[in-house]
């Protein structure tokens, strides 16, 4: 079946550690997103990336970096600097850089230990 | 520079009466206008785009939605609710071309029996 694969479903951060989030695809499709999501707070735009080797930032970047070596993949690493990086993390494609529709993955959730 | 509006953060209805969940938006450019459904702990998922033609605009699940240009809003009914249909709703806007979308903070729909 295509879709978006996420991983992992839950992930807990330490003080001070950086951690990267998986989001795989194979629905061919040339752009890719990362949203972070707050309780009643919508979903929040992190980075984006509409084509391979070429990405950039979103509404809320600091603390965040990404990459796009492969057309598949697009994973996000949540740094240190990142002060309050508990929420629900959902990455997104859509077909081309036009954004018509955007198919999500299921989601990672990133807790503070 | 896109925002989106969601007038409702609950809407609590009784099972089988009509619903709608208000969005209204603000855009200098043309744009295309989406509504996303998201069940406990999972991604979104599409309920209905409006890209261009006619502003009524019908979607998966029994659910339909106006495109209204002179009042900028875009609002989501569904004539007679059921038990399943509890869940978070986003109306979202893009750009043409912009490569990106603006999320709505939600509304949460709860359908009692």
């Known amino acids: 079946d295509g879709g978006i694969t996420q991983s992992p479903k839950y992930l807990f951060r330490k003080e001070g550690q950086n951690v990267t989030l998986s989001c795989e695809q194979n629905?061919?499709?040339?752009?890719m997103y990362w949203y972070r999501q707050d309780p009643g707070q919508g979903l929040r735009l992190i980075y984006y990336?509409?084509?391979?080797?070429?990405?950039q930032k979103g509404d809320i970047a600091e603390g965040y970096s990404v990459s796009r070596e492969k057309k598949e993949s697009f994973p996000l690493t949540v740094t240190s600097a990142q002060k309050n990086p508990t929420a629900f993390y959902l990455c997104a494609s859509s077909m081309d850089g036009r954004n018509e529709k955007l198919f999500f993955g299921s989601g990672t959730q990133l807790s503070v230990l | 520079a896109q925002s989106v509006t969601q007038l409702d953060s609950q809407v609590p209805v009784f099972e089988e009466a009509p619903v709608e969940l208000r969005c209204n938006y603000s855009?200098?450019?043309?744009?295309?206008l989406f509504w996303y459904v998201q069940y406990p702990n999972q991604g979104l998922q599409l309920l209905l785009k409006?890209?261009?033609?006619?502003?009524l605009v019908k979607g998966i699940n029994g659910f339909e939605a106006e495109f209204n240009k002179s009042q900028t809003s875009f609002h989501l009914r569904k004539p007679s609710v059921h038990i399943s249909d509890t869940a978070e709703y986003f109306c979202?806007?893009?750009?043409?071309?912009?490569?990106?979308?603006?999320f709505g903070d939600g509304t949460t729909l709860t359908v009692k029996p």
């Open positions: 990336s509409q084509i391979v080797n070429d990405f």
């Open positions: 409006y890209l261009s033609g006619s502003t």
């Open positions: 629905l061919n499709h040339d752009a």
């Open positions: 855009s200098s450019v043309s744009v295309y």
């Open positions: 979202a806007v893009s750009a043409l071309n912009a490569g990106k979308s603006t």
